[in-house]
C-alpha cells in the first residue's frame, strides 16, 4: 500500500496538466484552471494571458514556421497555441499565389480549411504532420495537415480543404481520441477502432482500416500505451490493443477480473476517467475517486477509493495528478497513510473448491507469505469464509500466535545481517468445509501491507 501527498493547492479544479519539453532542454509545467492555461512555478500559479473554449484541453509539443517551440492545444473550440508568452488561437495560413516567387499553394493543395475546423476535440503528431477530429458536424471526419515541402516540415495553420478522410463508421459513430501506436495512427470512435497505415509523405499512401475489437472507446481519457500494448476503456471492460506485426493489430479484454466493480460504475463517470501509466502499473480513475490498478508484471487489479484524478503528470520521475478539489497531490511510495489517515486495506480470495467441488475437506493450516518492511510496523487481519456462509474470524482461533507479530518491530539496529524480507505466518484452522474465501486487512495508519501468497493445507474427505 501506498498514499499521496499534496504538494500544491491551487484553490481551483484542475482539469489537465501538461509537462511542456523545450528544444533547450528546459520545461514547464502547465495546468488548466477555470479555462485557463497557467504556468506552475516553484508552487506558484501564473496565469497565462488568453483563454479556452472548454476546461479539458489536450496538448501536444510541436513548432512554428520558423521552428520555435510552440504546444498545440485542442479544447473542444478552433486550434490553439502557446508561444511561451501568451495563448492565442491558430491563424489560418492564407495560401500563396505564386507570385514574387511564392508557390503556388491556391492550385495545390488549395484552399485551407482550418477556419471551418471549429471544434478541436483531439489530435496527434505523426510522422510530422498534424492529425485532428475537429469538423463541428461531420464527427467521423479525420482532417490532416500541410507538408510544406519548402520548410521541409509540415505546418499546424494549414489544413488543405481536400486533406481528409471521412472513417465509414455505422450509426453515427464519432471519433473521440487519437494514439499513435507502433508507427500507426489509432483513431478510436465511441463503438469502433480503426488504423491508418502509412507515413503520411504522400497522400496516396495513406491506408485505412477498420480493427476487429469487441467495443470501441467511451474514455479518451482512459488510452494509455501499456508496455507494448495499448489500453482503453469501452462501455463495459478495459480493452488492450496488441500487434503481432506492423499490419496486424486486433483487442483483447484485460478487465474481468474486475467486471462487477466496472459495471457499477455510471456511464458519464467512465467517459470522464482518467489514466497514466508508471512503473509497470496502468491507473484508471474516475470522478468519484474509484481507481483501478493494472499491474503489468503479475497481470492483476487492485482497487483505491481515495484517488479524485482528473489528470496525471509523470515529472522527474515522479507521479502527479490533479484534482477537483484545487491540490496537485504526489504519489509518494514511502508513506503509507493519507495524511495520518489510515488506507483501508481489504484482498479477497477467489473461492476456492480445491478442484473438487462436492468434496468436503478438512483444512488444516494456512501459511500467509508476505514481504517484512525494514524499521515498520505490520499487521493484518484474516477473516475466513466457509461454505459460502459461514464467517469466521482467524485471529481468534489464532489468539496466541499474533498475526504479524513475527515482525512487529524491525527495529535490527546493527544486525541488519539477520533481516529476512520474506517472512511466513502459520495459521492452524481446522476447520470443515467444501469451499474457503480468505479475506485479508489492514486498517492501521503507516504499515505497509505486502502479500505475496498463500498456501493450505487440506485432505479431502469422501463426499
Keep these: 500500500m501506498a498514499t499521496w501527498n499534496k504538494v500544491l493547492n491551487l484553490r481551483y479544479p484542475i482539469t489537465s496538466l501538461y509537462q511542456y519539453f523545450k528544444s533547450d532542454g528546459t520545461g514547464e509545467t502547465l495546468s488548466v484552471v477555470n479555462k485557463y492555461v497557467n504556468?506552475?512555478?516553484?508552487?506558484?500559479?501564473t496565469r497565462l494571458n488568453g483563454q479556452?473554449?472548454?476546461?479539458?484541453?489536450?496538448?501536444?509539443?510541436?513548432?512554428?514556421?520558423?521552428?520555435?517551440?510552440?504546444?498545440?492545444i485542442a479544447d473542444g473550440g478552433k486550434l490553439k497555441r502557446y508561444d511561451g508568452t501568451s495563448i492565442g488561437e491558430v491563424l489560418p495560413h492564407v495560401p500563396t499565389d505564386g507570385t514574387n516567387g511564392t508557390p503556388e499553394e491556391t492550385k495545390e493543395p488549395g484552399?485551407?480549411?482550418?477556419?471551418?475546423?471549429?471544434?478541436?476535440r483531439t489530435f496527434a503528431l505523426k510522422k510530422d504532420r498534424v492529425y485532428a477530429a475537429a469538423h463541428p458536424t461531420v464527427k467521423n471526419r479525420l482532417s490532416f495537415s500541410y507538408f510544406d515541402p519548402y520548410l521541409g516540415f509540415a505546418v499546424y495553420d494549414y489544413f488543405p480543404a481536400t486533406y481528409f478522410i471521412d472513417i465509414a463508421v455505422e450509426d453515427n459513430d464519432e471519433i473521440i481520441e487519437l494514439r499513435v501506436f507502433r508507427d500507426t495512427l489509432i483513431i478510436f470512435c465511441k463503438r469502433s477502432v480503426w488504423a491508418l497505415h502509412g507515413d503520411g509523405a504522400s497522400i496516396a499512401d495513406l491506408q485505412l482500416i477498420k480493427i476487429n475489437v469487441p467495443k470501441g472507446c467511451i474514455s479518451p481519457g482512459s488510452v494509455q500505451e501499456v508496455g507494448n500494448n495499448l489500453f482503453y476503456l469501452a462501455d463495459d471492460h478495459v480493452y488492450s490493443l496488441y500487434s503481432t506485426d506492423q499490419s496486424y493489430i486486433s483487442a483483447k479484454m484485460v478487465s474481468e477480473p474486475i467486471e462487477p466493480i466496472l459495471e457499477s460504475v455510471a456511464l458519464i463517470e467512465k467517459e470522464a476517467a482518467a489514466a497514466t501509466f508508471y512503473k509497470g502499473k496502468y491507473y484508471l480513475s474516475f470522478p468519484s475517486g474509484l481507481t483501478l490498478v493494472y499491474d503489468s508484471v503479475i497481470e492483476s487489479w487492485t482497487k483505491f477509493t481515495n484517488i479524485k484524478a482528473s489528470s496525471y503528470l509523470e515529472k522527474d520521475g515522479e507521479l502527479l495528478f490533479s484534482s477537483s478539489d484545487g491540490?496537485?497531490?504526489r504519489f509518494n511510495e514511502k508513506v503509507f497513510s493519507d495524511d495520518g489517515t489510515p488506507i483501508p486495506f481489504s484482498m479477497k480470495t477467489k473461492i476456492i473448491d480445491f478442484n473438487a467441488p462436492v468434496h468436503r475437506k478438512k483444512i488444516k493450516r494456512i501459511w500467509v507469505i508476505q514481504r517484512q518492511f525494514d524499521k515498520l510496523e505490520s499487521e493484518f487481519k484474516l477473516f475466513g469464509t466457509f461454505d459460502q456462509?459461514?464467517?469466521?474470524?482467524l485471529n481468534v482461533l489464532n489468539e496466541n500466535t499474533g498475526l504479524g507479530g513475527v515482525w512487529d518491530r524491525s527495529d535490527w539496529d546493527d544486525a541488519l545481517w539477520d533481516f529476512g524480507e520474506i517472512t511466513q505466518n502459520e495459521i492452524k484452522i481446522r476447520q470443515k468445509s467444501k469451499t474457503l474465501q480468505l479475506q485479508i486487512e489492514n486498517n492501521k495508519p503507516d504499515e505497509p501491507l505486502t502479500i505475496y501468497g498463500v498456501v493450505i493445507e487440506y485432505q479431502i474427505k469422501k463426499p
Design 52 to 72: 479556452l473554449d472548454f476546461d479539458k484541453a489536450k496538448m501536444i509539443t510541436y513548432k512554428s514556421r520558423t521552428a520555435k517551440d510552440i504546444v498545440l
Design 327 to 329: 491540490y496537485i497531490y
Design 111 to 120: 484552399l485551407n480549411d482550418l477556419v471551418n475546423l471549429t471544434q478541436f
Design 39 to 45: 504556468r506552475v512555478t516553484d508552487g506558484k500559479l
Design 389 to 393: 456462509h459461514s464467517f469466521i474470524d
